[in-house]
């Protein structure tokens, strides 16, 4: 897998994906329509395209999935809004790909952020087996960081899972 800017040819067909994406939060303890804002919105993601916040997840010639980033060049962080693997790719290790693919993205960055809502089992447990710490909880949202010197941690327990499963 890997990243790159989104084109806006691709635009319609990520936010197909984040629909399918995040409609499947009902599953983990959401409500119908409790969706990130502009989820839906072809307009709100060629916005993000333009600002070149959007990157799209690629594997060999087929999108699988984005990501909404924000990096702090006067901090050296970056600020993963969002991130949605489309729903017929879920529970095959590409969110775990996709997290490798920006953290390696962004070299200079010495902490990545990212919240999710607190009612959200599986991206709170999947965020904690990355190796991203809660920070604070707040208006109903999970803070999470993880600081450059903790980013082996993906790589050493996705390998580590690996060789359990083998």
């Known amino acids: ?5 989104a084109e806006a040819s691709q635009v ?3 936010v197909d994906m984040s629909i399918r994406a ?6 983990v303890g959401g409500t119908k329509g409790d969706c990130p804002p ?3 919105s072809v307009e709100w993601h060629e916005q993000m395209a333009r600002e070149g916040h959007l990157y799209q997840a690629i594997i060999g010639n087929d999108l699988v999935g984005a990501a909404i980033i924000f990096k702090d060049e006067t901090k050296n962080s970056v600020y993963i809004g969002r991130i949605f693997i489309d729903s017929v790719y879920h529970r095959k290790g590409y ?8 953290e390696k993205y962004f ?6 952020n990212l919240d999710t ?3 959200n089992e599986r991206t709170n447990a999947f965020y904690k087996r990355l190796g991203y710490r809660i920070i604070k909880n707040e208006d109903g949202f999970v803070f999470y960081q993880k600081r450059k010197s903790e980013l082996g941690t993906i790589q ?3 390998k580590a899972n690996s060789n359990l499963s083998g």
Do not use: A, Q, Y
Request: hydrophobic residues 35%; contains cysteine; negative net charge.
């Open 1 to 5: 897998m890997h990243i790159v800017k």
């Open 95 to 102: 969110g775990i790909r996709l997290m490798e693919c920006i």
């Open 107 to 112: 070299p200079c960055g010495t902490e990545f």
């Open 156 to 158: 050493n327990s996705h």
């Open 117 to 119: 809502p607190c009612w």
């Open 12 to 14: 319609e067909k990520i």
């Open 22 to 27: 995040f409609e499947t939060d009902v599953n």
């Open 38 to 40: 502009g989820f839906d």
